[in-house]
């Protein structure tokens, strides 16, 4: 500690800190408001160290066997970081022959200065023991991973069938031709997730030769794609979804769309993104003979 002092007091005079924290290495869960409340203590107190009080009852031992209680009253439990004045705090190091503590608020109580206490945090584990490792495992959770996933799908026009895209009907001449309800916005959708989880396609998990999926509610394959995600553990990211046709017009519709697939998926419409092009005339959409639609999603997972 006294060489990392002394390498701050060596900086230009303008680059000098006026107050230093001194954190455990060992504490890797440290909070910001934490951190916060220690340099907000220093403004009436040359020293601030975090704390937690007592909660157990304390024992004395001898030989094995209990020697006595020890009252718990105004006990508490020592963290990091421990905040200092910066200029007073590298004099008293350098004053220091011999430093027989365990902690830097030592040297402020050896020389009478207040050292305040803010509310610590039972969450700031010190990694000292193996079983440690364990609570700090539980508390930071799994290690969530990204992964991204395309989907691609395309339906011709059909008559007499409503338009049916991202969850929404929008009033058209012709629907599209499928074996569901040949939403082309949602079966590129839950393509792109499937891809994401490696998970095959919507057809593995919703086979058109199945009757049962008969002009079904493709919202009903969306509910088990997002599904599929927190069953894994994972969450939503983004979707992204690009519309192509010529006719009708996406802008008129795409809020709505976005917010129906944002509830079908659980997750809030700022992650879903509806948008349209055109293919200027060219090819089938061109030709206004189907409607294509492309996604991307990113997940993260365990």
């Given amino acids: 500690m006294r060489a990392g002092l002394e390498a701050l007091d060596a900086l230009p005079p303008e680059q000098k800190p006026d107050l230093v924290l001194v954190h ?13 409340a220690v340099v907000a203590a220093l403004t009436e107190h ?3 160290i975090p704390a937690v009080p007592v909660a157990d009852t304390l024992k004395r031992e001898k030989d094995g066997v209990i020697d006595g209680t020890v009252p718990r009253d105004h006990l508490f439990r020592a963290q990091t970081p421990q905040g200092f004045r910066f200029g007073l705090f590298l004099d008293l190091h350098r004053a220091a022959a011999s430093l027989d503590a365990t902690d830097d608020a030592a040297l402020l109580e050896a020389a009478g200065m207040s050292v305040a206490l803010v509310h610590g945090d039972e969450d700031n584990i010190k990694l000292t023991y193996e079983a440690d490792l364990v609570r700090l495992e539980r508390l ?16 011709a026009f059909e008559e007499g069938r409503p338009l049916i895209m991202c969850g929404i009907t929008i009033p058209h001449t012709h629907g599209l031709a499928g074996h569901s309800d040949a ?11 499937y891809g994401a989880l490696a998970e095959g396609d919507i057809g ?8 049962e999926w008969k002009d079904a509610d493709s919202a009903r394959f969306l509910i088990h794609a997002g599904q599929r995600i927190r069953e894994r553990g994972g969450m939503l990211v983004n979707a ?29 419409v700022d992650r879903i993104s509806v948008k349209a092009t055109t293919s200027e ?3 089938f959409t061109g030709r206004e003979e189907g409607i294509a639609c492309a996604a991307t999603v990113s997940v993260l997972v365990p």
């Fill in 140 to 155: 930071i959770g799994p290690t969530l991973l990204p992964r991204v996933g395309l989907g691609y799908d395309v339906h």
């Fill in 281 to 283: 005339r060219l090819g």
């Fill in 183 to 193: 939403d082309v916005g949602i079966h590129a959708l839950c393509d792109a997730i």
């Fill in 240 to 268: 992204d979804l690009t519309l192509i046709c010529e006719r009708p017009k996406i802008g008129p519709h795409a809020q709505a769309m976005r917010e129906r697939l944002a509830a079908l998926l659980e997750v809030d």
């Fill in 204 to 211: 593995r998990h919703f086979p058109p030769s199945q009757n």
């Fill in 24 to 36: 455990d290495g060992a504490r890797p869960y440290v909070s910001a408001a934490l951190v916060s």
């Fill in 46 to 48: 040359p020293g601030a």
